[in-house]
């Protein structure tokens, strides 16, 4: 068994890859997507972060998030939750009762380290769903924070029609 050690800091931002048992598309589902939201805004109010952005797929999803310091949670805490309240909310709205494994082992992380870094983890959590051909407009996709930063003028209009310079040769999942 590996020995992975992950970096808890206070006030920090986390980028977050967290994928499905096997690829599994459950996310196809609007009934599952709905599931996956509320539980986000569950397991937000019991453990406090700032959700900054977000892009929901198929068959996983990215965060950025920030944990205050007066927060008693660290992300390992917040992800574990999430996996655990979805898939029991999921078992529950499927009514499934046997033993189900919805989620791959851990999940990835990477702490944010400058402005740079920020804007390179947006702009990937806001072209994925272009990137893994589910429309060609990202802003036409509303399972993802996009629109909410056009709003802010952090994107113009046209945004990721085409592959943003700074995505190429970058992988994060």
Same mark, same amino acid.
């Given at each position: 068994?590996? &020995? +992975?050690?992950?970096?808890?800091? /206070?006030?920090?931002?986390?980028?977050?890859?967290?994928v499905?048992?096997k690829r599994?598309?459950?996310?196809?589902? #609007?009934?599952?997507?709905q599931?996956?939201?509320?539980?986000?805004?569950?397991?937000?109010?019991?453990?406090?972060?700032?959700?900054?952005?977000?892009?929901?797929?198929?068959?996983?999803?990215?965060?950025?998030?920030?944990?205050?310091? #007066?927060?008693?949670?660290?992300?390992? &805490?917040?992800?574990?939750?999430?996996?655990?309240?979805?898939?029991?909310?999921?078992?529950?709205?499927?009514?499934?009762?046997?033993?189900?494994?919805?989620?791959?082992?851990?999940? *990835?992380?990477?702490?944010i380290?400058?402005?740079?870094?920020?804007?390179?983890?947006?702009? +990937?959590?806001?072209?994925? /769903?272009?990137k893994?051909? =589910?429309?060609?407009?990202?802003?036409?996709?509303?399972?993802?924070?996009l629109?909410?930063?056009?709003?802010?003028?952090?994107?113009?209009?046209? *945004?990721?029609?085409?592959? /943003?310079?700074?995505?190429?040769? =970058?992988?994060? #999942?």
């Open positions: 068994m590996s &020995n +992975y050690r992950r970096y808890y800091i /206070p006030n920090s931002i986390y980028f977050i890859t967290t499905t048992n599994l598309p459950i996310f196809k589902d #609007e009934k599952n997507i599931i996956i939201f509320t539980t986000l805004k569950t397991v937000k109010h019991m453990k406090p972060f700032n959700l900054i952005a977000y892009c929901l797929l198929y068959d996983h999803f990215h965060l950025l998030i920030s944990i205050g310091e #007066e927060c008693k949670h660290n992300i390992t &805490n917040i992800i574990h939750s999430m996996k655990r309240n979805f898939t029991m909310n999921y078992k529950k709205g499927h009514k499934i009762t046997h033993k189900i494994n919805l989620w791959q082992k851990r999940f *990835w992380d990477h702490m380290r400058n402005e740079n870094d920020l804007k390179i983890h947006l702009d +990937y959590i806001h072209y994925n /769903p272009v893994h051909g =589910i429309t060609f407009k990202p802003e036409n996709y509303k399972y993802s924070s629109n909410i930063w056009m709003k802010k003028g952090f994107y113009e209009t046209g *945004w990721g029609h085409s592959e /943003p310079e700074n995505m190429k040769d =970058i992988e994060f #999942e």
